[in-house]
């Protein structure tokens, strides 16, 4: 995250913008004159719609942006301007096309109820003149820029021509051009570095039905070969961001709360825009812009994002009390599928972990590095006791539970009453099962289940054991 507070992108956005005007009131009576509600207005808002909420996210960012677009010669077209310089934008390259509507949404809103929208708008395609202008103004100033996002709203702006035109100008230039689409043809934006579709959008263009991993790799592939794209990206909503590059993956998103996915789009291509321009890699964007849209959704309304917001969420991610760590069979089942299904590498271990010590920790943090998601099978009290001796456990398994899943390496911990993990490495069936070193030329319980197995020395001197047999020995 470092890099990234360091860093200023120069980004350019070409798209339709619009008003988000918000008429804001309360309703306490029926018109006499017609069957409606009376509104009492108290204040009116207005902010950037549109490409402007791709605008607004990567100035909150810390992007220098420009834009460029088409707006009316009117009222609307002159506070829209106003509106961009306040935030420090550029509109150098905005170009007026006479007898056209800038677009302008009006909404009311009586007691946080929507109630009414009503649009002033052009929705026709702008002129070949209006192309023309843009054209020229951007083939000497392109190669400044880091990122071109193109953000279509289907208003007229990202006509075929200007497309193809703006992505053949930055890929001479070496720049990339992210496209937010619009539509059932994806052919305009052919050659951009990237398109970020959502899942709906995907099924559209494509008329592949996504419903596993296997039609969504298909999905992506095509989009990739179809758009001559460098890199393939499908937004999934609540299960994060997919990608393909040299293989699939699948960021799972990490938003806790979700409010409103108003303006999320917009926030997750701004993001990944401007992580790009740090010198991020596709992977870490993806990541990165699903903490941004972790912190959007968890806001009322279209939103934006900082720096030092997604620094606070994603320290946040990790002050989960231990209880939402600690699983059942059931609730482990459909979890490791989940992760499975998104490419996730399942490690596994076992053990009584009774007194925790250093040891542990040390061991736990080893068996972590071999995969994603590290899964803790914790013996019951009963099994304890089988294995131990009917002086053990110290602790009970509520406890030893708690501190196990309060500890950075494990993602969840799933106490079992056998006096082996056999049936729960049977139903998870881990890429990895871990167990100590001490069982070097010995049989391992669930081997057969498991893709790979790994063992992990000791920290001499450091066991529950000893440290019980320590505490015995001292005198008060």
């Not at 905005?94 to 009311?108: A, G, P, Y």
């Not at 993956?249 to 409103?260: G, R």
């Amino acid at each position: 995250m470092k890099v990234l507070k360091n860093a200023k992108p120069n980004i350019l956005v070409v798209g339709d913008l619009m008003i988000d005007h918000y008429l804001w009131g309360s309703c306490e009576r029926i018109s006499p004159e017609a069957p409606v509600q009376v509104v009492d207005i108290a204040k009116e808002t207005t902010v950037l719609g549109g490409a402007g909420n791709v605008i607004n996210n990567l100035n909150t960012l810390g992007a220098q942006v420009s834009v460029s677009s088409v707006i009316g010669d009117d009222e609307n077209g002159a506070e829209l301007t106003q509106m961009l310089q306040n935030i420090g934008v550029d509109t150098s390259n905005l170009v007026v096309q006479t007898e056209r509507k800038t677009s302008k949404k009006s909404r009311v809103i009586a007691v946080s109820q929507q109630i009414l929208r009503y649009d002033k708008e052009s929705k026709n395609a702008i002129t070949s003149e209006s192309v023309e202008k843009i054209v020229v103004r951007l083939k000497g100033v392109i190669a400044s820029y880091d990122i071109v996002i193109l953000s279509d709203y289907g208003k007229g702006v990202l006509t075929d021509e200007l497309c193809q035109e703006v992505i053949s100008l930055a890929n001479e230039a070496g720049v990339k051009v992210l496209v937010d689409p619009k539509g059932s043809d994806f052919s305009k934006y052919k050659g951009a570095y990237l398109l970020t579709p959502n899942k709906k959008e995907a099924i559209i263009a494509t008329g592949i039905e996504i419903n596993n991993k296997e039609s969504l790799e298909r999905a992506l592939l095509q989009l990739k070969d179809e758009c001559n794209l460098g890199v393939s990206m499908i937004t999934l909503s609540e299960d994060g961001i997919a990608t393909y590059d040299k293989k699939v993956e699948v960021f799972p998103t990490v938003a806790k709360e979700v409010f409103d996915v108003t303006g999320a789009g917009d926030t997750v291509i701004a993001s990944i825009a401007f992580a790009l321009s740090a010198g991020k890699t596709i992977q870490e964007s993806a990541a990165f812009a699903n903490l941004a849209a972790g912190v959007v959704v968890g806001k009322i309304g279209s939103a934006t994002v900082t720096l030092d917001e997604i620094v606070e969420y994603e320290a946040s991610l990790h002050k989960s009390t231990s209880d939402a760590h600690i699983k059942n069979f059931s609730d482990i089942k459909t979890i490791v599928k989940r992760y499975r299904d998104n490419g996730k590498r399942v490690v596994f271990t076992n053990g009584c972990f009774d007194i925790l010590h250093v040891g542990h920790v040390k061991y736990l943090q080893v068996a972590k590095s071999f995969g994603d998601v590290l899964i803790v099978g914790l013996n019951s009290d009963e099994s304890v006791s089988r294995l131990k001796g009917p002086s053990r456990p110290v602790n009970i398994a509520e406890d030893r539970a708690y501190l196990l899943a309060a500890l950075e390496a494990v993602d969840f911990v799933v106490p079992f009453s056998e006096d082996t993990p056999y049936e729960l490495i049977k139903m998870i069936e881990p890429d990895v099962l871990v167990k100590g070193g001490d069982y070097e030329g010995k049989e391992v319980v669930g081997t057969e289940f498991a893709g790979e197995l790994k063992l992990v020395d000791f920290v001499d001197g450091k066991s529950t054991t000893q440290t019980i047999q320590k505490i015995q020995g001292s005198t008060c």
